[in-house]
């Protein structure tokens, strides 16, 4: 008999049978017949090796070897019903012994964690239901794990290989995982990641955060996934990543922050997305965007932080505060991602760092009448053909009338040309306020719009006066007297007047501001 409330034992071999009390009963190894256990080698420092010439039986605890830091080598097969935190603590184990699981539904939560396992050579080929939470979390020097274990029906991956030196996972069929939050945190010798089918997956947090040797993102089924921040955070040698289905999504913040070798972003679906915060915050050779739905997003803070190298942002619907870091932006693609901006009644603000298509603004004072084309100035310095003209006086909004019959815009002596975008205060026209439309049939006191160039008349829903607004630009100059305007302005006075090589107006149109 052999009493393994023994903190100092350091062998357990070939052993005939032993007890140890836990709370008034007394449990037995039997030779030939197995045994039903609990804790009985929690805690046992010192135990090096266990050597047994039978099975053990483990149904009911999920602690029998924890804490057992010395732990070695376990030999005969391990059945096991709860896996759980058998071997947490097991420092000097570098083999996963012969474990057979026979329970339905398993909590394997922390089973290795921090063990010396280098190798996963043997394990139960048929996991069953249940989590694999910080299974081997910690252990530093894994680097495999069986490609053939079918893992269909484990349920989360949390922390699963945290920290090891896993450099493959080669396991596909995830099917009901539903959460790999922190999965790879940390394993940065992963370097290739088989397509994974987890279409039950909602949470995919910090999945492969810090795997910074990955290079190419594998294809991922998971259109049920919700939480996606940090999911390849700062993996900072990713070059690829394919598209992702992702309809449900709502936080893609940090997503993809501090992957500086990231050239293109990947299309996302991003519908339901409210968070966008530092998503590709530090991604320094990042060139473009693409088109991502932008509708729901409230929050694009840090969003493009340090993208040095950034040339084109397709965004479109965008409904929150936005800026731009100090990149590579021209004129022609501010003046796309003016198109994406979602209308405004009431004001947001788009600020535009500094870029090459950032141009200079030169503000002067000037002098306008309503409904005049001519701004008289003393100083022209810096004024050219073709820039764009902002100012309180010049693009306040013009009255107006809608009327139903005919779809028609009523406003006297206009001046207004087919082509040019218009917006209008109310829902009058479209049903939509602050909508950009372009001119079309226009005639000396009425026009048309629609919503696309030269295409057909879009419904005026209300007949009644409104506001509209519109862009000018200069078309002659007299220098140090006067410019004239493509179309009258919108109020008389002497006012600040902004001129610039960049076209801003179509946010302005839409009831945005511009800053930088």
Same mark, same amino acid.
Request: with cysteine; hydrophobic share 35%; charged share 10%.
């Given at each position: 008999?052999?009493?393994?409330?023994?903190?100092?034992?350091?062998?357990?071999?070939?052993?005939?049978?032993?007890?140890?009390?836990?709370?008034?009963?007394?449990?037995?190894?039997?030779?030939?017949?197995?045994?039903?256990?609990?804790?009985?080698?929690?805690?046992?420092?010192?135990?090096?090796?266990?050597?047994?010439?039978?099975?053990?039986?483990?149904?009911?605890?999920?602690?029998?070897?924890?804490?057992?830091?010395?732990?070695?080598?376990?030999?005969?097969?391990?059945?096991?019903?709860?896996?759980?935190?058998?071997?947490?603590?097991?420092?000097?184990?570098?083999?996963?012994?012969?474990?057979?699981?026979?329970?339905?539904?398993?909590?394997?939560?922390?089973?290795?964690?921090?063990?010396?396992?280098?190798?996963?050579?043997?394990?139960?080929?048929?996991?069953?239901?249940?989590?694999?939470?910080?299974?081997?979390?910690?252990?530093?020097?894994?680097?495999?794990?069986?490609?053939?274990?079918?893992?269909?029906?484990?349920?989360?991956?949390?922390?699963?290989?945290?920290? %090891? /030196? @896993? !450099?493959?996972?080669? $396991?596909? #069929?995830?099917?009901?995982?539903?959460?790999?939050?922190? &999965? =790879?945190?940390? +394993?940065?010798?992963?370097?290739?990641?088989?397509?994974?089918?987890?279409?039950?997956?909602?949470?995919?947090?910090?999945?492969?955060?810090?795997?910074?040797?990955?290079?190419?993102?594998?294809?991922?089924?998971?259109?049920?996934?919700?939480?996606?921040?940090?999911?390849?955070?700062?993996? %900072? /040698? @990713? !070059?690829?990543?394919? $598209?992702? #289905?992702?309809?449900?999504?709502?936080?893609?913040?940090? &997503? =993809?922050?501090? +992957?500086?070798?990231?050239?293109?972003?990947?299309?996302?679906?991003?519908?339901?997305?409210?968070?966008?915060?530092?998503?590709?915050?530090?991604?320094?050779?990042?060139?473009?965007?693409?088109?991502?739905?932008?509708?729901?997003?409230?929050?694009?803070?840090?969003?493009?932080?340090?993208?040095? /190298? @950034?040339?084109?942002?397709?965004?479109? #619907?965008?409904?929150?505060?936005?800026?731009?870091?100090?990149?590579?932006?021209?004129?022609?693609?501010?003046?796309?991602?003016?198109?994406?901006?979602?209308?405004?009644?009431?004001?947001?603000?788009?600020?535009?760092?500094?870029?090459?298509?950032?141009?200079?603004?030169?503000?002067?004072?000037?002098?306008?009448?309503?409904?005049?084309?001519?701004?008289?100035?003393?100083?022209?310095?810096?004024?050219?053909?073709?820039?764009?003209?902002?100012?309180?006086?010049?693009?306040?909004?013009?009255?107006?009338?809608?009327?139903?019959?005919?779809?028609?815009?009523?406003?006297?002596?206009?001046?207004?040309?087919?082509?040019?975008?218009?917006?209008?205060?109310?829902?009058?026209?479209?049903?939509?306020?602050?909508?950009?439309?372009?001119?079309?049939?226009?005639?000396?006191?009425?026009?048309?719009?629609?919503?696309?160039?030269?295409?057909?008349?879009?419904?005026?829903?209300?007949?009644?006066?409104?506001?509209?607004?519109?862009?000018?630009?200069?078309?002659?100059?007299?220098?140090?007297?006067?410019?004239?305007?493509?179309?009258?302005?919108?109020?008389?006075?002497?006012?600040?007047?902004?001129?610039?090589?960049?076209?801003?107006?179509?946010?302005?149109?839409?009831?945005?501001?511009?800053?930088?």
């Amino acid at each position: 008999e052999v009493h393994l409330n023994c903190p100092n034992l350091a062998y357990f071999l070939n052993s005939e049978s032993y007890n140890r009390s836990t709370g008034g009963r007394i449990q037995h190894f039997v030779w030939g017949q197995g045994y039903s256990g609990d804790t009985y080698f929690r805690d046992m420092v010192n135990l090096v090796q266990i050597d047994f010439p039978f099975n053990i039986n483990v149904y009911n605890d999920k602690k029998v070897f924890d804490n057992c830091p010395s732990l070695k080598d376990i030999s005969g097969e391990i059945t096991l019903g709860k896996l759980g935190e058998q071997f947490r603590g097991c420092k000097s184990l570098t083999r996963v012994p012969n474990i057979k699981v026979t329970g339905n539904e398993v909590d394997h939560q922390s089973g290795f964690f921090n063990a010396n396992l280098d190798e996963v050579l043997t394990w139960p080929q048929k996991q069953p239901k249940g989590n694999y939470n910080s299974m081997f979390n910690g252990c530093k020097n894994l680097r495999s794990f069986p490609a053939t274990v079918d893992l269909s029906l484990v349920t989360s991956f949390g922390q699963t290989f945290q920290s %090891t /030196s @896993l !450099r493959k996972f080669l $396991n596909s #069929n995830l099917s009901s995982c539903v959460t790999t939050y922190y &999965m =790879f945190y940390f +394993c940065e010798n992963l370097d290739y990641v088989t397509d994974l089918n987890m279409p039950a997956l909602t949470q995919v947090t910090s999945m492969f955060s810090d795997a910074k040797a990955l290079q190419t993102a594998p294809n991922i089924t998971m259109a049920n996934a919700l939480d996606m921040s940090g999911m390849f955070l700062n993996c %900072t /040698s @990713l !070059r690829h990543v394919p $598209n992702y #289905n992702t309809p449900l999504a709502t936080n893609m913040s940090n &997503m =993809f922050s501090s +992957c500086e070798s990231l050239v293109t972003a990947p299309l996302l679906t991003t519908a339901n997305v409210t968070n966008m915060g530092s998503m590709f915050y530090r991604c320094k050779v990042l060139i473009s965007i693409p088109a991502y739905d932008c509708d729901k997003v409230t929050s694009f803070g840090g969003f493009l932080s340090e993208c040095w /190298s @950034l040339s084109q942002v397709d965004l479109y #619907n965008v409904n929150a505060t936005f800026t731009f870091p100090n990149a590579q932006m021209s004129q022609n693609a501010f003046v796309s991602f003016f198109e994406g901006l979602k209308p405004r009644t009431s004001t947001l603000t788009v600020t535009l760092g500094t870029n090459p298509g950032a141009t200079t603004a030169y503000t002067k004072t000037a002098t306008s009448t309503a409904g005049s084309t001519t701004l008289t100035l003393a100083d022209t310095t810096n004024i050219a053909v073709g820039m764009c003209v902002t100012g309180t006086n010049i693009m306040s909004g013009v009255a107006c009338s809608t009327d139903t019959a005919g779809d028609l815009i009523t406003a006297t002596t206009h001046g207004l040309v087919d082509g040019t975008r218009v917006s209008f205060a109310a829902t009058n026209v479209g049903g939509v306020a602050r909508k950009a439309y372009y001119v079309i049939n226009a005639t000396t006191d009425t026009f048309q719009c629609s919503a696309t160039a030269g295409g057909s008349a879009v419904t005026v829903t209300t007949t009644g006066a409104t506001t509209m607004f519109y862009p000018r630009y200069v078309t002659a100059i007299v220098a140090n007297t006067s410019v004239t305007l493509s179309a009258p302005a919108s109020s008389s006075g002497s006012s600040s007047v902004i001129f610039r090589a960049l076209d801003t107006s179509l946010a302005l149109i839409k009831g945005w501001t511009i800053s930088g």
